[in-house]
DNA sequence: ATGACTAATACCATTAGA
């Protein structure tokens, strides 16, 4: 089966984007960040006429998240279980494969804008809350997969500027640190299980041909737990969708697991 | 480089993204 991560920024805009990559690319589960829509307008019928089963967690103007699925999707959590939020981030929930029950977790990560500012420390509270949450919830779903827009380039290979970037947002220490922390747990990062092109990037700035000019960063993740770990056989960057006319940010990235 | 794009808002300028 292959499982897959997208910030889609704006689902409503980005919604024949989606349909298109999923006709091209019938992964079996896809999560979806930065829907910016509420629940009531999530356009079901479309999804369902191309196969997929979904469950959303949305809000108005920003944020918002979403589990597509060929299976239905049961046990769905939404947000961090016991930390207070406005923002709609997190939507988690168990896919039934023929192997067995594998647990999703899809997360819109904080941005955090800047070290220092209330966003930053909103983030670092995030993060924490999220690794406290996870560490429980991979106790009782052994077999779990963490996607998103994690907003956290782990490593300076990650980067297309490590060095002028240094201690900006996405390359702190503080920020890698709970990357690491999110490791310790168990978790590996499938991209890396594999020998990859050099400059592998998931996100590109709209401005200055960021794209054109490769300046991006790994940011989009896809972590599996250690019972999972054995079964990723490839992981992979969809740089396709950034080509497309008014594309998202940010581009797809797409695990598949023998299960 | 206080910049550059893109999306949403009950709006024609501001906020946010990363």
């Known amino acids: 089966m292959q499982i897959a991560t997208w910030n889609v920024n704006s689902l409503s805009v980005r919604l024949p984007q989606v349909l298109d990559w999923l006709a091209a690319n019938p992964v079996d589960a896809l999560g979806l960040q930065e829907l910016k829509l509420v629940d009531e307008k999530f356009p079901h019928e479309a999804l369902q006429e191309a196969g997929y089963h979904a469950v959303s967690f949305g809000q108005k103007t920003y944020n918002g998240v979403a589990i597509l699925s060929r299976t239905p999707a049961r046990d769905v959590v939404r947000n961090i279980p016991g930390h207070g939020d406005e923002q709609a981030r997190v939507i988690a929930a168990t896919l039934d494969t023929p192997a067995g029950p594998l647990r999703l977790v899809n997360a ?17 509270g995030w993060l924490q809350a999220l690794h406290d949450w996870l560490r429980a919830e991979m106790a009782q779903h052994p077999r779990l ?47 890396r299980l594999f020998e990859q092109p050099d400059k592998s990037f998931s996100w590109w700035d709209y401005r200055m041909l960021g794209f054109q000019k490769n300046r991006g960063l790994r940011i989009d993740h896809i972590l599996v737990s250690q019972a999972l770990r054995p079964y990723v056989t490839a992981c992979h960057v969809d740089r396709a969708p950034r080509k497309n006319k008014q594309p998202s940010d940010h ?9």
């Open 108 to 124: 819109y990560f904080v941005n955090g804008q800047a070290p220092g500012t209330d966003k930053f420390t909103y983030k670092m």
């Open 145 to 191: 997969a963490l996607v998103g827009d994690f907003n956290v380039a782990p490593e300076d290979r990650d980067s297309f500027d490590p060095v002028g970037l240094a201690g900006t947002i996405h390359h702190t220490q503080e920020e890698r640190a709970h990357f690491q922390a999110l490791l310790q747990l168990g978790l590996t990062d499938a991209f």
């Open 251 to 259: 581009t797809p990235v797409v695990a598949t697991l023998a299960l």
